[in-house]
Each structure stands twice: as structure tokens, then as C-alpha cells.
């Protein structure tokens, strides 16, 4: 039977990392797909805070426009 050979310590803390980072994606993937089941289950119009920001966000956009198409 062959033995189990030792990795060197540089080899060790690689594998460790690689697996960390495997972890901490599968982590963030998964929030990401709760946060979208929640997002997909909510129907009807948006709330008026998010309808604010919307009317803020498309007046800077329209701004923005403008300042380019006058140059």
C-alpha cells in the first residue's frame, strides 16, 4: 500500500486558500440567490423610497446627457 506522502507547508497553506475561496464563493452565490428568490417573490409596485431614488438616479443620468451632447 503507498503511504500517504506530506505536502511541504507552501503546498498546504495553497490548498487551504483554494478551498477558502471555493467556500466563500459558494457563500456569496448562495446570499445572492436568496436575495433574488426575494426580490422575484415581491410583486407590484415599488415602494416609494426606491421610487425616489429611481426619479433621482434618472435626473443625474439625464444631467449627465446633456453635459455630454453640449460638448
Given at each position: 500500500m503507498?503511504?500517504?506522502?506530506?505536502?511541504?507547508?507552501?503546498?498546504?497553506a495553497k490548498l487551504v486558500f483554494?478551498?477558502?475561496e471555493e467556500?466563500?464563493?459558494?457563500k456569496l452565490l448562495e446570499e445572492d440567490m436568496q436575495r433574488?428568490?426575494?426580490r422575484a417573490k415581491r410583486?407590484?409596485?415599488n415602494t416609494s423610497?426606491?421610487?425616489?431614488?429611481?426619479?433621482?438616479?434618472?435626473?443625474a443620468l439625464e444631467k449627465r446627457?446633456?453635459?455630454e451632447d453640449e460638448r
Open positions: 503507498a503511504e500517504k506522502k506530506r505536502l511541504p507547508p507552501w503546498e498546504e483554494k478551498m477558502q467556500t466563500r464563493k459558494r433574488r428568490r426575494g410583486v407590484g409596485p423610497d426606491e421610487l425616489e431614488e429611481n426619479r433621482k438616479r434618472l435626473r446627457i446633456e453635459e
